[in-house]
């Protein structure tokens, strides 16, 4: 596994942009399968978007296509999402999480292959 941490989170108002970043521990983050999940209030925690650990390979949900842009630096062991013209619908707890056991240069939309987890930051968008 890698110990993630997210940060970035905040208050914007609608049409407005955050950076989120996810900072990874251990030396596995540079092969691992990247993803950002986020929870809404009574809501299921959904995939945001996915990379493959080389970076080559990404996926949107269709809600955040056009708008979010996702991207990591192995250098860094640090992943990314910027978040352009945000909406109040995007408010939620956003989820960084990594897919540690999985070799092949792939995304992943499936959160049961996820198996590292960050705790969290809270993205709030006002109308």
């Known amino acids: 596994q890698v110990q993630l941490a997210e940060s970035g989170g905040g208050l914007v108002q609608a049409g407005g942009s955050l950076r989120l970043s996810c900072a990874a521990s251990g030396r596995t983050f540079s092969s691992s399968a990247m993803g950002w999940f986020r929870q809404a209030p009574g809501k299921e925690r959904d995939l945001v978007a996915a990379i493959s650990w080389s970076g080559g390979s990404t996926y949107y949900v269709e809600s955040v296509k056009g708008r979010f842009t996702i991207s990591r630096d192995n250098a860094k062991n640090t992943m990314y999402l910027q978040m352009n013209t945000l909406k109040p619908e995007d408010t939620a707890v956003y989820y960084c999480?990594?897919?540690?056991?999985?070799?092949?240069?792939?995304?992943?939309?499936?959160?049961?292959?996820?198996?590292?987890w960050g705790p969290g930051t809270q993205v709030t968008v006002s109308s």
């Open positions: 999480a990594g897919a540690t056991r999985i070799v092949s240069d792939m995304y992943y939309v499936n959160p049961k292959v996820y198996d590292s």
